[in-house]
Every structure is written in C-alpha cells, then in structure tokens.
C-alpha cells in the first residue's frame, strides 16, 4: 500500500529513501553513492524466502543462508516456549525529520512566534504539558497526551548528538547503527539480536516495513521482513475459499503424531510445525481485504496507509505468543517539511497519534503491556526559524517518545528554551540536551537487561536514563 508523502522534500531525503530500498535488494549490490557519504547498515545480508513443497510460506529472511525450513520453524517454536514472558521493543520512525518544535511547541515563548509567524501553534490549541509548563502538544497528539497524563509516555523533548549533521542520510545512520561512526554495516537492534538471539529464530527481529530496517541488520544471526500486513501466508496454485480452508484443516490433521515411520513421523512434525505457525500468524493476514482478526479496540480507518492495520496486526501476534523481540516499522506520510508544513504535519501526525494509542490500549486489553515498550524518533528536529515556503528546514536536536505502561512517564532531558548561543545552536537549531545513545544505553540495560557495551560502541560515555520503572 502507498503511504502519502509531504508535498515538499528535498533531493537528499529522496535520495536516501532509494539508496536504502537498494540494501532491501541484498545481494544486487549498492547505488552509488557521493564519496565521503556512509553505507546503510545490512550491506551484504542475503534474503531468501522460506517455501515448503507448493504450499509456500512467504516471510524474507535475512542473513541465514543456511538454515533450513525445518530448522527455521522448530526454532520458532522452541523460541515461542522460552521467550513467552519475554520483553520487546517496537521502534517506530518519523521519517524525513519531524519538526519537534511543533510535536511540543514553546507557545508562550515571543522567540517562537518571531521566529514562525506563519507556523507557531496558538496558546491553547492543544493539550498542555504537564512536565514542562512552556510547552503545549501538536492538536494533532491530543491521544498521546492523553497517554502521557496517565503517566504511560516519557518525552524527550531535545534529543540528538554533539555537532550534528543535518544529513538526513548520515543522520538517520547514526541511529541505525547507535554510533556517530559512517563505517558500521550492523544495526543497533541487529548486534542485540547477535548478542541474545538464537541462530534458528527470524522473528527474533522483525521488519513490519517490507525490507530490511537497517537498525535490525545483524552479523551473523537471522532476522526477518513481512512484506506487508498480508505477506506470511500459505499458498497453492488454483486453491482458494472453502477448498483452502478445508485444506488448511487437513495439513493440521497431517501433523497428528505418528509412530513407527521415522519419515513419516519427520514429515508430519514439519506439517505441524508450519500449520501451528500459519495459525499464529493468521493475525497479521487480511482476507477479502479485511483483516481476518479482531482487536479489542477500534484502530483508525486509513485509506492510504497500512500503518493502522500493520500495528493491530503486531499486537495479535504478540498476543498469540510469537518469540519477536525488536520490531521496527516506519510511521505514515513523510517529515521532511519543506514546504505547506502545517497540513502535512497535523495530518500525519494524528494519523500516527490515533494508532500508537490504539496500540497501547490493545496491549492493555489482551494483558501484555507490561512487556512492550514503543520507541518513536526520528533523525533530526527541525530548524526553528520557518523558510520561505511555509515550512521548516533541517535541524539538529529533535522530540522523541517512548510509550509503554513500565515507563516512568514525564520528560527527560530538559527544553534548552530559543535563546541565541544557549538553546539554539549558530545556525539556529535547537540544541540536544539528551545523547540518543544515552536512550540506546537505557533500553538495553534497563529494558533487555544485556550489558550495553556488547552493542554500543562508546556505551561508557553516556550515563543511563532514569526512564524505566
């Protein structure tokens, strides 16, 4: 499904979109790309598909070439019965650089309405922020303020790194990979999964997007793409409707134990295996271009974006059980707001809103929200003075959320204000007051509890956050 992008964006974001579809494509090699300007992370990881016989099991798995079908679903299996209380984090991208100052606007500061005449939001057309009394919700985020008033949502209201590259290319790899380093091929969430995971578990890493997130691109251990909320599935050339059904029904019957035969014994626990899989997936499948599931919460309607659907889809089979562990997907429309800022921003931002909520009350109603925790960023604010064009340009520090009922809620990293040389930078963008890599090292040893320093490479420069509870 195509998602709706902002009317204005520059060359350098559209470039650095295809430059990463290239490394989805792994094994085709790379674009070229401008000397000095780093690689995506997940250069060099294989795909392949998963089939079994003519009944194919369509998932993307990258970086296990040599792991059989049969290794590959008893290791979920053997995952799903270990990690059955096991915790998991959902990273959600703002693509393009989300403008911060509009997520949480300084209202009542004369610098901001100076600065955006056009742009600044009114005092009092939004929610306020409790943790901070200078700053007022996007209209757009009322339900995640909501959220953050029952204490559910920790903000940082100025997150980024020291000298900051307004690349969307180069700045968006530094949180791929969790490092200020051009030359890392592997994902921040890609070495958590080399350190704890398991060589016969995909799902241990999961890519909601269609393609491989490069913050999940790992080394040596597999992890996994679903090509869209419909893309596991069983399918048999000229079977549909009831003759699909009533085969489903004897492939599960075909799994029954059986004695005697050591080959008919080892096909039926295959059959079995792929069965019970496609059961647990049956979630995330739609039929008839309706989900074949049922939340226990109303998602929004959506007509050109899967985002809703795809993060309902997420919570049944977290639900049901499936060993996932880091799951990455990329929120609806596009932030790289040159330009007609205001439109885009409030539309795409309630469409992300009315989801994240939706998804957090659906882990609620099914019991298990105690184990997730949702990250949202992005790879850079925006500037703080409006353009020409009734947009934003590229800033540095920017607004990140993490959601989830074991955090503490409130706000990290203090609001630096919009003064010249304290706040704001020379060239006029707002100043990081919290390291993302800080954040990294907080999940990691907070969240997963793995020693932050077999991830991050300079995890001992940066302090933990008091985030968790």
Known sequence: MTESRPHCSCTEFSRAQLLRRGVAEAGAGLPAIEPGMPLPAGTGLSRRHFLAGSVGLALSVYGASR????????????????????????????????????????????????????????????????????????????????????????????????????????????????????????????????????????????????????????????????????????????????????????????????????????????????????????????????????????????????????????AAMIGTGLPLQCVSITAPGGYDTHGDQAGDLTRDLKLTADTLYSFQRDLEARGIADRVVTLVWSEFGRRAEENGSAGTDHGAGGTAFVIGTQVRGGMLGEFPGLGKGSGLDDDGNLRATTDFRALYRTLLEGWFQVDPARVLPDAAKFAALPLLK
Do not use: C
Request: hydrophobic share 40%.
């Open 67 to 314: 792991l059989g079908f049969r290794a590959f679903d008893e290791g979920i299996a053997a995952a799903a019965e270990r990690l059955a209380n096991g915790r998991v984090l959902v990273s959600v991208f703002l693509e393009g650089g989300a403008d911060g100052l509009s997520m949480l606007a300084p209202v009542n500061d004369g610098t901001y309405r100076k600065l955006r005449p056009k742009l600044a939001l009114r005092p009092g057309s939004g929610p306020p922020f409790g943790a901070d009394s200078r700053l007022m919700w996007h209209p757009s985020l009322y339900n995640l303020a909501v959220l953050h008033n029952e204490g559910k949502i920790t903000a940082l209201p100025a997150v980024g790194y020291d000298h900051p590259d307004q690349s969307h290319f180069t700045s968006r790899h530094y949180w791929e990979v969790g490092a200020t380093d051009p030359w890392l091929r592997t994902g921040w969430m890609g070495r958590l999964v080399d350190a704890v995971g398991v060589p016969d578990n995909p799902l241990q890493g999961l890519s909601l997007d269609g393609r491989l997130a490069p913050s999940l691109a790992t080394a040596k251990l597999p992890v996994a793409s679903v090509d869209g909320p419909d893309g596991y599935d069983f399918w048999t050339s000229g079977v549909w409707g009831e003759p699909y059904d009533h085969m489903l029904q004897t492939l599960a019957g075909l799994g029954a134990r059986r004695r005697g035969d050591a080959a008919l014994k080892a096909a039926a626990d295959i059959t079995a295996q792929s069965a019970r899989l496609y059961g647990q997936l049956l979630p995330f499948q739609s039929k008839d271009g309706k989900p074949s599931y049922t939340s226990p919460v109303r998602y929004p309607s959506a007509k050109d974006s899967s985002f809703p659907s795809r993060l309902a889809g997420l």
